[in-house]
């Protein structure tokens, strides 16, 4: 129950696509549902996070889409960019809990220019 | 500057031996974190201190301690080292325990020989 399954675990897409990547949840505990992206090297940065009071949240080319009664969430980049190649985490948590906050497995993005 | 920082980048030792990890962060939040990043890049959560205290213990063999001689920094010490321990290990903090982002170090590389 404590599982965050991510999916796709890898994707390529032409710059200027639309990069989609898809979270599931088990545990309806879990209300804090945010996204951090890696590049090699570097330690995870949170991305972009929403509860699930609302259905979409939009920031900048990045957008989650959440399913509440689907368990399931998203992570659309609009127009990608070469700079966007990186590993991008979902994660969730009960309580917006930053020390219970279980990771998915991460999808290595890679934008072709 | 660096919010988050640990050293060393690159740890390279053999098998047995003990290597700590040291952690500090500038950015004055109370809560701070072990995590590990395996070969195939999953993360998980170790520890978690919260001004000095153990909050949470993840199943970690004795051998992992941590250890927070005040809240700005919390290092993290490996007796009897094994090839299993190889893998890359962020520091992060947190305002506190219960809402908001994680910041993360840029990770130390691990290599057990």
């Known amino acids: 129950q404590q599982q965050v399954k991510q999916s796709p675990q890898s994707l390529i897409v032409q710059k200027g696509g639309i990069s989609i990547i898809n979270c599931a949840y088990e545990?309806?505990?879990?209300?804090?549902f945010p996204w951090y992206q890696q590049f090699p090297g570097k330690g995870p940065a949170l991305l972009i996070a929403i509860r699930p009071d609302v259905s979409e949240k939009k920031e900048g080319r990045f957008t989650i889409s959440f399913n509440k009664s689907a368990k399931q969430f998203s992570l659309h980049i609009m127009d990608s960019q070469p700079g966007d190649s990186a590993t991008y985490f979902c994660a969730a948590s009960p309580g917006g809990a930053t020390n219970k906050l279980i990771f998915g497995t991460g999808t290595l993005l890679a934008v072709q220019p | 500057d660096t919010a988050v920082s640990q050293t060393p980048k690159y740890l390279v030792t053999q098998m047995g031996n003990d290597k700590s990890i040291k952690c500090e962060q500038n950015l004055g939040h109370d809560t701070m974190y072990w995590y590990k990043q395996d070969s195939k890049k999953f993360l998980k959560i170790m520890f978690s201190y919260n001004n000095k205290e153990l909050i949470i213990n993840e199943t970690v063999p004795n051998r992992f301690s941590p250890k927070s001689p005040d809240k700005a920094h919390l290092n993290l010490h490996i007796n009897s080292l094994e090839l299993g321990d190889s893998a890359v290990y962020f520091c992060?903090?947190?305002?506190?325990?219960?809402?908001?982002?994680?910041?993360f170090g840029s990770g130390t590389q691990l290599s057990v020989l």
């Open positions: 545990n309806t505990a879990f209300d804090y």
């Open positions: 992060a903090s947190s305002q506190d325990g219960t809402l908001g982002k994680l910041f």
